[in-house]
């Protein structure tokens, strides 16, 4: 089915400064794949992330080397076993379910036997700051539902109960990328859980999150470093209570359907997330978002712009792609 790989590099602006404990930026670089056959044009989109080893320039030399595959009609099945999981073989992946999608006539969630999306509320994300500006972000946006507050450095407790006096009506996740220790562990949770927040994101580096199995979690605590595809999973479930399920991570829709399917059988809450990219690469994770507890599908309202024929956010609401964007 599929004849051609082209493969395309964007750089979307964002709206000020998207800040995290491991680093700021102001701009999003993504790649984009086109996969072409038989007159249609199939895309998915990813965004190489530097914390797992990738860069927009692996991320295309790891395309490039599949090109040939692609040529002789490369199908997903195979493809799962072609690549590993990563930013790299999501564009792909979500190129050939858009490709199929057009060849078909039929839209991706039929293909894939899955309910159609409906709207989802996606939490808005409060970068990190000083509490004063963190402060004045959540006031800004406190009349959105949820919102999903960054914190891994120190004084994060003041940082939460700056946002939470400036935002007292909404629920609030928070997510410290790995920037916790053992040292403030447990004054962190507590801080959160009179904060009255809903959920914890990756408290502790990867490698050291076997410490969450001898603590009382007094807040829900969800895996998203941790976690990536469905290999190993089963031995977090007495660490997490959730799994973060971004498709930059797991390789793909393919992958992130059974990671989801997989985890709600173990026990997890889910939680749906996204890198800083477009409505290209929200459109794939909205199929799974009516599974999930908690969806973080905010990139878009995070660019200062997005393509012309993004995803109809109507404040926190987000709405199903049309065909024209992907699926």
Not at 8 to 19: H, L, S
Not at 87 to 96: G, P
Not at 134 to 156: H, N, V
Request: hydrophobic letters at 45%; glycine letters at 8%.
């Amino acid at each position: 089915m599929a004849e051609a790989l082209n493969i395309k590099v964007e750089t979307w602006p964002i709206a000020g400064r998207f800040a995290i404990a491991r680093g700021a930026k102001t701009e999003a670089h993504v790649v984009v794949a086109e996969v072409t056959g038989r007159g249609h044009t199939g895309r998915g989109e990813c965004v190489p992330y530097a914390r797992y080893g990738e860069s927009v320039d692996s991320v295309v030399a790891s395309l490039e080397s599949v090109a040939a595959d692609i040529a002789n009609g490369l199908r997903r099945a195979e493809l799962q076993a072609r690549m590993k999981p990563g930013a790299a073989r999501n564009a792909l992946d979500c190129a050939l379910w858009d490709l199929e999608a057009k060849t078909t006539g039929r839209r991706v969630w039929e293909l894939a036997g899955l309910p159609a999306p409906q709207p989802v509320t996606t939490a808005y994300t409060i970068s990190l700051g000083t509490p004063d500006e963190m402060a004045a972000a959540a006031a800004k946006a406190s009349a959105r539902p949820l919102l999903k507050i960054k914190l891994g450095t120190d004084g994060d407790s003041q940082r939460l109960l700056a946002v939470r006096h400036a935002a007292p009506k909404a629920e609030l996740i928070v997510d410290a990328n790995e920037g916790w220790t053992k040292a403030n562990l447990d004054a962190n949770i507590r801080a959160c859980a009179d904060a009255g927040v809903t959920l914890i994101e990756q408290p502790l580096p990867a490698s050291d999150d076997a410490l969450l199995e001898s603590i009382a979690r007094k807040v829900p605590v969800c895996a998203d470093e941790s976690v990536h595809g469905r290999a190993g999973l089963a031995a977090l479930r007495r660490r997490y209570d959730a799994v973060n399920i971004k498709l930059d991570k797991t390789g793909g829709l393919t992958e992130a359907i059974a990671l989801a399917a997989e985890a709600e059988s173990l026990g997890f809450s889910i939680m749906v997330g996204c890198m800083v990219g477009t409505s290209l690469a929200m459109a794939p994770a909205l199929l799974i978002a009516s599974r999930a507890r908690f969806v973080d599908l905010d990139g878009p309202l995070l660019l200062a712009r997005d393509r012309a024929e993004g995803l109809v956010y109507e404040g926190s609401c987000v709405h199903p792609p049309a065909q024209g964007l992907w699926g």
